[in-house]
């Protein structure tokens, strides 16, 4: 009796480990229970694409990039009498019509949409709009007034690197979130970016040697070919506005294994 006892004990404990606990569950083969942390070069966040548009430059030599904050009065229209860019609508919807018959889009709080010539702002509420434009124009440009009744430049880059001839340009717009704790990829980009940080602080990290701390209402830009990284700084969570100008045919992106 002793004996058969004993060995229904070990017969009931051999199917335990078999099975797993729940605070032991069974692991498939390989598998650690242990978790094993990501590489530092591995990004810790989210990228969301907005909006792309591939198009013939409008202009040679040296650009720029900026990004505006622009308020509209309530109930009215604005012709866009600027460069080509992306509007980001940030508070209240933003109608683009066009005068040339083509049908027009009602963009919502958080929507892009690209605008040229030929395009109307509409703000159809009661209330002022606020919406950011990002574009990419020429140096000639620089400290110029530009067309629009209310607006003040939230960042602007330095001289970029010449608009090559012959090809079209990728523009991208996308948006970075991260939680305390995260960071992008280290990577490289076959054009120019410039982001503008709307909420949160990060550290940029640049091969070239650039360590610098960039807080919410301030921007930077990364040469084509530059391999990057940004990180989280503190404990609130970060939101970033960024935008890509690439020639067609280079990589938008390229992660590597290893930190700026």
């Known amino acids: 009796m002793i004996r058969a006892l004993s060995f229904g004990i070990v017969l009931l404990l051999c199917v335990s480990c078999a099975r797993g606990t729940p605070n032991n569950p069974l692991l498939p083969p390989g598998a650690s229970p242990t978790k094993i942390p990501e590489a530092e070069y591995v990004g810790l966040g989210r990228y969301q694409k907005l909006a792309e548009i591939t198009v013939a430059p409008t202009f040679g030599g040296v650009p ?55 395009s ?95 807080a919410a209402g301030q921007g930077a830009s990364i040469r084509p070919g530059a391999i990057m990284q940004l990180r989280v700084v503190g404990d609130e969570p970060v939101q970033i506005l960024t935008y890509f100008v690439t020639p067609e045919g280079e990589p938008w992106q390229t992660n590597v294994q290893t930190l700026p």
């Open 120 to 214: 109307d702002h509409v703000n159809p509420t009661t209330k002022e709009a606020i919406w950011d434009f990002v574009s990419f124009r020429s140096i000639t440009q620089r400290g110029q007034q530009l067309p629009y009744p209310s607006y003040r430049v939230l960042y602007q880059t330095g001289d970029l690197g010449t608009v090559p001839s012959g090809k079209q340009l990728v523009h991208q717009l996308g948006m970075i979130t991260m939680d305390a704790g995260g960071r992008t990829s280290a990577h490289s980009h076959g054009g120019v970016e410039a982001f503008y940080v709307m909420k949160g602080t990060v550290q940029l990290a640049v091969n070239d040697g650039t360590r610098v701390k960039i």
């Open 64 to 118: 720029f990039i900026t990004f505006l904050e622009i308020r509209q009065a309530k109930e009215s229209t604005t012709p866009h009498q600027d460069v080509p860019g992306f509007v980001y609508a940030l508070q209240g919807p933003h109608q683009i019509s066009r005068d040339d018959g083509e049908r027009g889009r009602t963009l919502s709080q958080g929507d892009v949409g690209w605008v040229d010539a030929g």
